[in-house]
């Protein structure tokens, strides 16, 4: 994101990894983590970002709820990320929720 950001000369994405760097530098990943599924939220309001992958930041910092909220509203929305839940490693953490189940079986991954 940062590489490509600065490459393209994006002034959203510049900001939002000036945001994130900031937060790592002074409070650490967890913090940083969680600010950056902040921010994409608050650019979803302006632009599509795929659910799925807002997603994958929650559940990497293990806050389950708001992971399957997001997984959800991307189910909802036929998100093309989604159908990568099985395969990619930031969904680690939700593997074991029976919430993680049920979404398979709904989308016919089970």
Request: aromatic letters at 12%; a negative charge.
């Given at each position: 994101?940062?590489?490509?950001?600065?490459?393209?000369?994006?002034?959203?994405?510049?900001?939002?990894?000036?945001?994130?760097?900031?937060?790592?530098?002074?409070?650490?990943?967890?913090?940083?983590?969680?600010?950056?599924?902040?921010?994409?939220?608050?650019?979803?309001?302006?632009?599509?970002?795929?659910?799925?992958?807002?997603?994958?930041?929650?559940?990497?910092?293990?806050?389950k709820d708001q992971a399957f909220a997001w997984l959800?509203?991307?189910?909802?929305?036929?998100?093309?990320?989604?159908?990568?839940?099985?395969?990619?490693?930031?969904?680690?953490?939700?593997?074991?929720d029976p919430r993680y189940t049920d979404l398979l079986k709904r989308m016919g991954?089970?």
């Amino acid at each position: 994101m940062g590489e490509g950001s600065s490459l393209n000369d994006d002034p959203e994405d510049l900001a939002l990894v000036r945001a994130v760097r900031k937060e790592y530098s002074k409070s650490g990943f967890h913090v940083a983590m969680t600010r950056l599924a902040e921010l994409q939220q608050e650019q979803s309001n302006r632009f599509y970002i795929d659910p799925a992958f807002i997603a994958s930041g929650y559940a990497i910092i293990g806050d389950k709820d708001q992971a399957f909220a997001w997984l959800e509203k991307a189910y909802a929305e036929k998100s093309v990320f989604i159908e990568y839940i099985k395969a990619v490693p930031d969904y680690d953490s939700l593997r074991s929720d029976p919430r993680y189940t049920d979404l398979l079986k709904r989308m016919g991954l089970s």
